[in-house]
């Protein structure tokens, strides 16, 4: 299948792998180019630096997760399943981009790096806006406990992604971040599910 990529493509999914296998120190062009087969010089014919690969990386995480968001309000399901259909996107994006973006995350929000971490800013916060909205509206309906914050419950997935890419970093895990999607999806309503 990698093979069917285009070269773009391919720098991007190389430079996901080595931010989430070997940290930023070793997300270098030579890097990068010795995992797909190029030099590194051709790596700048698609992008103008190695930042702009990270920028890529970003952008697509965002756009989808926030694009899956708005999808799923649009498509006129339960709160229930609209949440449920915002997490299997979520998820799904995290496994494509090979988890690099949490990752990346953490790295830059102690890198001093204004630029990256300004982006990733933005889009935990209006991520986090976007599904606290989709839980408030859970708790007005009354499928959702009355006695959880919105906002709270909202970061509490975000960091629950956030976890398991840090176990699946530290225990050097090969295949799917999460195992199973469902069953984590099910773990957290449980704690958020009016009984």
């Known amino acids: 299948m990698l093979e069917e990529l285009s070269t773009r493509e391919k720098i991007i999914l190389a ?26 010089a051709a790596i700048y014919k698609h992008f103008p630096s190695l930042d702009a690969i ?11 997760c926030s694009q899956s968001v708005d999808r799923a309000k649009e498509l006129g ?26 990752v990346l995350c953490f790295e830059f929000s102690r890198s001093g790096n204004k630029k990256f971490f300004d982006i990733l800013h933005k ?5 986090k806006k976007k599904l606290s909205e989709i839980i408030k509206k859970g708790q007005e309906e009354g499928f959702v406990r009355e006695d959880i914050d919105p906002t709270e419950t909202a970061m509490l997935f ?5 976890a398991k890419v ?30």
């Open 15 to 40: 430079g996901a792998e080595i931010i989430i296998h070997e940290g930023l120190k070793r997300f270098t062009a030579k890097n990068i180019a010795n995992k797909i087969g190029i030099t590194d």
């Open 158 to 162: 975000v960091g629950l992604i956030q």
């Open 77 to 102: 399901l339960s709160t229930e399943e609209t949440l449920k259909q915002v997490m299997r996107e979520h998820i799904k994006v995290l496994e494509e981009t090979k988890g690099a973006v949490p």
């Open 54 to 64: 990270v920028v890529e990386i970003i952008n697509r995480y965002i756009s989808r």
């Open 123 to 127: 889009f935990v916060e209006d991520y």
């Open 166 to 195: 840090f176990a699946y970093v530290m225990e050097r895990r090969e295949g799917p971040i999460i195992k199973d999607p469902d069953q984590l999806i099910s773990e957290l309503f449980y704690g958020i599910i009016k009984k």
